[in-house]
DNA sequence: TATGAATGAGTCTTCATTCAT
DNA sequence: CATGAATGAAGACTCATTCAT
């Protein structure tokens, strides 16, 4: 039994491996930059080998923004679970969600800067992966709101509108210091804090 | 002298399908997606038509963004040349510019959501042309957020700051519609107002 | 009539033009090197009028032979008309026919050095004209060999034997210096000179 | 351990014909006029084959130069071998060397009579392989030479000069029957004894 | 499980050549 | 006479993927 088990480590192992150095791989040199054999060679396996862990290129990516959204989720939780006052906790959260996108430039961008009209030759179910990534997030950004308002810290209004402006609004901040990563930029931190301070006060 | 003329002419349109198709197959498929032999396919020319035209791919990338730039710069213009209060000018800048984005989605993305580095190994000049595109519409952003402080309407403030501040959040309405088309957004129209009225709110 | 005249030496200026232009090109950078595109714009016309001079790329080569090794003639000629003694005249001609093939590497190394393997698919005409160049200078070996032997400072032998032999050696001298430029060769003016000593000192 | 055994010879077996193929090509059209995809079809594989064999078009001739000019080596040393007199050793040396150029006329041709300018784009490395190919022959001859003067057999002289000399001959003669295959030569084994005489005769 | 060999489709680009004007 | 537009074929090379072992 022992040695099955050991295998079933192992080959998750390699699976976790393919995973960690695609992503390095990603955020290294762009989606399409990335070889197959790039990965392998970086592994030091046979490019053939990947295809006994993941489907395709795509299933890689799928897999590794499933992966990665995950811990924006529990990053989003860690926020909720110190049971901080509701708009502390919505400051903390949107904080959390434009430093989650650049702390993993190459996964946001594939997931949220990607038309996409451009994975409409993908397997279905890939396609719905990734696309669907984001969405317990959205989840949580309406019931921060919600809980705002049921406190009475921001005004009342259509919470389904106030989170789509306000994911936005915060996806801009975070999709543009990614991908204008030459714009002679001010201050980050200022120009971050200074953005959600517009955000949250225009709520009120 | 009329043959001359029509085969200027001829030689323009042909120039322009070039950069009108790469620019819809850019958005459909990615840039790095998008071959000079897909181009061509789609117009019904040979590969190396293009070359008549085009020095290379990126030389059409460059055309392309200097093109589509010159008319936001002239689609802003027209708005300050109606001479309207310093506020009101500002809101319809920043509605042009989404709209802009909406009505030229490829160009937009491509510009603007495309992280920098995919464009590493290009010539400097391309490189400049492409980067330099979106520079002239920020500066006149800056000038109509000071324009709105002299006329005491907003607050006082780093006019650099709250600038890059509200490109960064303009942008993300504009890149979010476009990239997540699939999303079950409420009424864009309402939508684009309501965040443009925080927006612009937030700086009084 | 002076305007056909005229008409006519435009033409044909054009066309040495491009031979020669063609010529200095091979030169520089190889015949496989060298596009019928490169010519004309180092000549400033279109292409396409290059073929209203020319076949095509092997007729120019062709007739770049054919003009060039008429100088070689020429030059043999001129060493001819000196009047020397046989010997010396030999002396002098083989020297000729080495500076020539260095004075002209790229013609000399197209005819000489060029398996005729590689004109099989040319059009005959074409083929016959660049592999006959060189009979010519070859009967004036066999001539001058002939008139040494008449004037007893040579062994008698047997002339097409030798004359083949001491071009197959001449023509070492030639295409070695030639082919192999980065060779630490000796001082080449000795090492011509030595070389043809022994050449022509062994036919005595 | 059979099996990988067999695999090793298959690889290799692979990849020697892709070089003989190479060379048959090469004489037959010359370098320039030698494509990955015409090596490809003639071996009936797909052109993405050879590039599990060999890094690009010029690490296929660097191989080919340095395992060829491996035999050229092999030969010359069978001959020192036999320990026979030196200027038997020499004359049977550069026969040998003709006999070599007229058994591999394709890697003769490609080492000997290809501009070296032709290169001037290559790898460094490979480049040496390439031009070092013939250097260890070229030691041998002066190696020979010396011993020819050491035992009184040949005049006493610069060894350098003498040896650069003789193989621009020898090589002349090698080149020139293989180029000029079409050219009416007398009998070759007598063409060849009969120069070889006159380049031995003249260093005495 | 892992891999080495193989491939077909594709990448950008250049070229000699043709033809209507 | 000269040309601009166009092209088909080809260039070297890369890649995701398959499959027998």
Redesign the pocket.
């Known amino acids: 039994m022992g040695v099955a088990e050991r295998?079933a480590r192992?080959?998750d192992d390699?699976r976790k491996k393919i995973l960690d150095t695609a992503a390095d791989l990603f955020i290294e040199q762009g989606y399409e930059?990335?070889?197959?054999?790039?990965i392998a060679d970086r592994i030091?396996?046979?490019?053939?080998?990947?295809?006994?862990?993941f489907r395709?290129?795509?299933d890689i990516v799928a897999n590794l923004c499933a992966a990665t959204f995950g811990e924006l989720d529990r990053r989003l939780q860690e926020i909720l679970d110190l049971g901080l006052a509701p708009l502390e906790t919505l400051h903390r959260s949107l904080r959390a969600y434009i430093d989650f996108g650049l702390d993993h430039p190459s996964h946001y961008v594939f997931v949220f800067c990607t038309p996409t009209s451009m994975f409409k030759d993908m397997e279905q179910s890939s396609g719905e992966q990734i696309y669907g990534c984001g969405m317990g997030s959205f989840g949580r950004l309406k019931n921060g709101l919600t809980a705002c308002m049921a406190a009475g810290v921001i005004r009342e209004g259509d919470v389904e509108l106030l989170a789509q402006s306000t994911w936005l609004m915060v996806h801009g901040i975070t999709a543009g210091l990614i991908c204008q990563a030459e714009f002679p930029f001010v201050d980050k931190e200022m120009l971050i804090e200074h953005s959600l301070g517009r955000l949250i006060g225009s709520l009120r």
């Open positions: 295998r192992e080959k390699l930059n990335v070889s197959m054999r790039k030091e396996y046979a490019p053939s080998t990947i295809y006994l862990h395709d290129k795509v």
